[in-house]
């Protein structure tokens, strides 16, 4: 089982993204599933300035798949989140996504930082992006239009 990874946000803030998760999204780089991008999104809570992840969701039957593109198209994502949100009383909901590149160490694309700039855009809270690749992850915190690499701290 994956390690539980946790990431700096600045000097005081944490993003706490656990093993289980990590072992959920890993699956998708690998062989069959390996062949096209897959993604979903982020379930967790804000606690303070950290971001406790705690779920994520898998690729629906209405998201696009293709080698080099991963679209959330399926409205599963979304209900998951409410889902979350109705059952935890508020505490847990949407607090980014990620998805799957086709490389060993997956470095944002155009098309990546586009859509980011439009989620962080649309939250008053910071958001957690990931891209996973074969060999390792990229990881970045955004707000207000930005997004920014996080290191990972343990
Ligand atoms: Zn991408």
Same mark, same amino acid.
């Given at each position: 089982? +994956?390690?539980? /990874?946790?990431?700096?946000?600045?000097?005081?803030?944490?993003?706490?993204?656990? !093993?289980?998760?990590? %072992? #959920?999204?890993?699956?998708?780089? @690998?062989? =069959?599933?390996?062949?096209?991008?897959?993604?979903?999104?982020?379930?967790?809570?804000?606690? *303070?300035? +950290?971001?406790?992840?705690?779920?994520?969701?898998?690729?629906?039957?209405? =998201?696009?798949?293709?080698?080099? /593109?991963? =679209?959330?198209?399926?409205? !599963?994502?979304?209900?998951? &989140?409410?889902?979350?949100?109705?059952?935890? /009383? *508020?505490?847990?909901?949407?607090? !980014?996504?990620? +998805?799957?590149?086709? %490389?060993?160490?997956? #470095?944002?694309?155009?098309?990546?930082?586009?859509?980011?700039?439009?989620?962080?855009?649309?939250?008053?809270?910071?958001?957690?992006?990931?891209?996973?690749?074969?060999?390792? /992850?990229? &990881?970045?915190? *955004?707000? &207000? *239009?930005?997004?920014?690499?996080?290191? @990972?701290?343990?």
């Amino acid at each position: 089982m +994956h390690p539980d /990874l946790i990431f700096s946000i600045g000097s005081s803030a944490f993003v706490l993204l656990p !093993g289980p998760v990590v %072992e #959920v999204m890993r699956r998708f780089t @690998v062989g =069959d599933e390996g062949r096209a991008e897959a993604g979903g999104i982020l379930i967790g809570s804000h606690r *303070g300035d +950290h971001i406790e992840i705690s779920d994520c969701t898998t690729p629906l039957r209405g =998201d696009v798949r293709k080698p080099y /593109l991963f =679209d959330r198209k399926d409205r !599963g994502h979304q209900l998951a &989140a409410i889902t979350a949100w109705t059952k935890s /009383l *508020g505490k847990r909901t949407f607090v !980014g996504e990620w +998805h799957t590149h086709p %490389e060993d160490f997956p #470095v944002p694309s155009g098309t990546d930082r586009a859509t980011w700039r439009d989620i962080t855009m649309k939250n008053t809270v910071a958001s957690v992006f990931i891209i996973f690749g074969r060999e390792a /992850l990229w &990881a970045g915190i *955004g707000q &207000a *239009g930005s997004v920014t690499a996080m290191k @990972v701290v343990s």
